[in-house]
């Protein structure tokens, strides 16, 4: 059994840390104990020095943000040598091809389960449960969001059992330092116009908000406003003829037909370019096109005024 943390004692009103008096001090939560889990930390994995200095909010984040690495792969090496190897594959994917300065996520899971800390000193800040490090991994949203890549690719196949349990092990923990309650575990496509974090995994978030309030020892009764469909080139519907009325109604020549075709796709990159949303936000571990996506920082931009975000969410969510 692992040890609990000394924010989950103070919410029980206690101060008390020793072992024995764990009882007494979790009982104000239901008898909710979240164990610390094993966070391998950069200098385990051998990481480059970051090439910049590490921006540390003065804050808590508000959203613990899910990723996937779209390692296509899906890698049955599931040993934690192969974890600290593609902390340093991603590492340097993020500083020689994405040109930042560091990881850009703050924590890594791997498909064996094995947990390493992304960008520098992420984990000595997560510890005090006060501050967080900035990462690069939810373009306009860094200051606000915390990410943790889960390797490997999740579009159509569901990830595996023991990636899931470090998934809800590290969100716990997180969240337990923090503060945070289970509905803001967001995914990423819930700021950005991306497939991540998979569709298979992104549609498991009500099941991980579940079992990280279940840890908790905190209700996630509460019904949140759906977020913003994500449509893709290829897709058809109702939804898509609903996207190209608003588009033509802000000035793009498209069909309203239902099927996002070139010309849609053309109309949605232009706008994102004009609006000069960041379309290579994710931290994945390889580039992905995604440059026509239609998605949470789009729909914004072409809703006809007169209702609120909420209800058009809802509206568009049926
Ligand atoms: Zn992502």
């Given amino acids: 059994m692992g040890e609990t943390t000394r924010r989950t004692a103070l919410f029980g009103g206690l101060t008390v840390t020793a072992a024995g008096a764990l009882a007494f001090a979790t009982a104000g939560r239901a008898g909710a104990a979240v164990e610390v889990p094993d ?16 921006v540390v909010e003065n804050h808590k984040p508000t959203y613990i943000v899910v990723h996937h690495t779209v390692d296509p792969g899906n890698n049955t090496d599931y040993s934690l040598a192969h974890a600290l190897q593609i902390s340093r594959d ?107 974090c998979g569709q298979v995994l992104y549609d498991r978030l009500p099941e991980l908000r579940t079992e990280v309030g279940r840890l908790l020892g905190v209700s996630t009764a509460r019904a949140d406003v759906p977020e913003w469909p994500l449509l893709k080139p290829g897709d058809t519907g109702p939804r898509v003829a609903t996207a190209q009325r608003f588009l033509r109604a802000a000035g793009f020549g498209v069909p309203t037909d239902g099927v996002f075709a070139a010309a849609t796709t053309r109309a949605v990159t232009k706008l994102a370019a004009e609006h000069g949303l960041s379309r290579d936000s994710c931290t994945a571990a390889r580039a992905v096109d995604e440059s026509g996506f239609l998605g949470s920082d789009v729909w914004p931009l072409i809703v006809p005024a007169g209702r609120s975000t909420a209800a058009w969410r809802s509206e568009l969510a049926r």
Wanted: net charge negative; hydrophobic share 35%.
């Fill in 39 to 54: 966070i391998h930390p950069t200098s385990e994995w051998d990481a480059r020095p970051a090439g910049g200095a590490i």
């Fill in 90 to 196: 991603i590492q340097n994917f993020h500083m020689d091809t994405r040109g930042w300065i560091d990881t850009g996520q703050q924590f890594t899971n791997s498909r064996g389960g094995h947990v390493t800390e992304g960008r520098h000193r992420s984990l000595e800040v997560l510890r005090g449960g006060t501050q967080h490090v900035q990462g690069a991994n939810v373009a306009d949203h860094n200051s606000e969001c915390l990410g943790i890549e889960n390797e490997g690719l999740y579009s159509t196949v569901d990830v595996p059992v023991a990636l899931w349990n470090s998934l809800v092990q590290l969100i716990a923990h997180i969240a337990d330092q923090y503060g945070i309650t289970p509905e803001f575990i967001k995914g990423h496509r819930d700021f950005n116009s991306t497939e991540c």
